[in-house]
């Protein structure tokens, strides 16, 4: 009976606050909105299936974190709608079609970036399969670490992520308009978003294939672009089906992490990993709690790249942003413990009071400038803001190098097109 009261707690909190943020801001693309309610349908499903198909049962007081942690992350939208109240007005600059006309020209550019990767990435591809003691077989997370995850490489396809959500923003789409292949700049940028998501599948990361993808619908979708609230399922349909396609690609390649040699059978097997996917986060933290929190305290997990950067610099070791904590939910082993379950797993109750107001500071600060200034670049950040809020009933991802190098790289677009496009004009007549 506790567990029904602190589930129909969560269920008012989350509801009360995107209530709260609809009447301050007018609409519903708030950070809240993107953190609670994917958070709620996530942990409504867990509830379906714990305890059935081999799962676990579900502890009900790991919501707890979540239910201390809301309402502290929406203080800072009351923050900064009295900072809004109190500023003078600004004139926003366009938004929708109108903003894609202003950025037109400054495409080209991000186009022939992304086909100077591919091809860059392309002739690394070639090299390492014709290495004879190649230690992985292509398709395989171990082949994808070594393919891009490291180095120059490694930064190389995080920037074909931020380029993939500027295609996403910014084309057109094919369906609707049966003359878009003469449109020589939308071709060219549908082909620099295929070229960009092959790589990312070969990469072999799920989550850095689905998220810049599903960043740049959601910016489309706060911005007014040729979005409505049904395309959320295709949305959901298209991230499931990257996630099949990519452990059907592990088929392909012959991988044996797979014990039915049956392509039916793993599929069945695909889905259970997809079933544990979902639920890994509300039940590893789930499990963890109701042994009493098998981690110690280190904030070092939570942000990972900032220690990390204070590290190279006095020549001290770097601190891994993957925790090695693992526990079986009864389908597979999980080691995220969702948003606010990671900060109070590595923060205690203190840190997750303060994290959680700093984390909601953050992104309402995001929120506002995107709702004061406008633009496609505070579009984009704040697109990639929502998306990694979206996940956060998987896990924090604070403590990746990626969540914060995207936004940088967006960033650095944004001050291309603003300096450099002027400085340097050939770049803008370029003829795709």
């Known amino acids: 009976m506790d567990g029904v009261w602190l589930v129909l707690m969560l269920v008012f909190e989350v509801v009360g606050g995107c209530w709260l943020d609809k009447r301050l801001w007018g609409n519903l693309y708030t950070p809240y909105f993107f953190l609670s309610v994917p958070y709620l349908a996530v942990v409504l499903f867990t509830l379906l299936v714990a305890g059935r198909f081999g799962l676990v049962p579900f502890y009900y007081p790991s919501l707890l974190p979540w239910i201390a942690g809301l309402p502290l992350f929406l203080v800072a939208s009351l923050v900064f709608y009295g900072l809004s109240r109190r500023i003078q007005p600004y004139p926003m600059r366009l938004q929708g079609k109108a903003m894609m006309a202003e950025v037109q020209s400054a495409l080209r550019w991000k186009i022939g970036l992304a086909c100077l990767i591919f091809a860059v990435l392309a002739v690394r591809l070639i090299v390492m399969l014709c290495d004879k003691d190649l230690p992985c077989p292509v398709g395989t997370e171990c082949f994808g670490a070594l393919f891009a995850s490291y180095g120059l490489w490694g930064h190389l396809s995080v920037i074909a992520m931020a380029l993939m959500l500027f295609c996403v923003v910014c084309f057109e789409n094919p369906l609707k308009d049966s003359q878009w292949l003469l449109a020589d700049q939308n071709r060219w940028l549908w082909i620099a978003f295929l070229l960009l998501l092959l ?204 969540t914060w190098e995207v936004p940088f790289w967006i960033l650095v677009a944004g001050l291309v097109d603003r300096f450099l496009l002027k400085r340097v004009p050939f770049l803008a007549r370029l003829r795709f």
């Open 199 to 402: 790589l990312a599948l070969v990469h072999q990361v799920k989550s850095w294939v689905i998220l810049p993808i599903v960043a740049g619908l959601l910016a489309r979708f706060i911005s007014g672009r040729t979005f409505k609230w049904q395309y959320l399922a295709w949305i959901l349909l298209g991230g499931t089906a990257v996630f099949f396609l990519s452990y059907i690609v592990i088929y392909l390649a012959g991988d044996s992490m797979f014990s039915s040699p049956t392509f039916g059978g793993q599929l069945k097997e695909i889905f259970g990993l997809f079933v544990h996917y979902v639920t890994s986060g509300t039940l590893g933290l789930s499990l963890d709690m109701q042994q009493g929190v098998m981690e110690t305290t280190d904030p070092h997990y939570v942000l990972a790249p900032f220690y990390n950067v204070w590290h190279i610099l006095t020549g001290q070791e770097v601190v891994s942003g993957y925790s090695h904590d693992f526990l079986n939910t009864g389908l597979n082993y999980t080691n995220v413990r969702t948003f606010f379950g990671t900060i109070f797993v590595y923060m205690g109750r203190t840190g997750l009071v303060w994290i959680s107001l700093v984390f909601g500071l953050v992104c309402y600060l995001m929120f506002w400038l995107w709702k004061r200034y406008g633009g496609v670049v505070f579009l984009c950040i704040y697109g990639w803001i929502a998306v990694i809020l979206c996940m956060g009933w998987f896990n924090l991802y604070t403590q990746l190098l990626t």
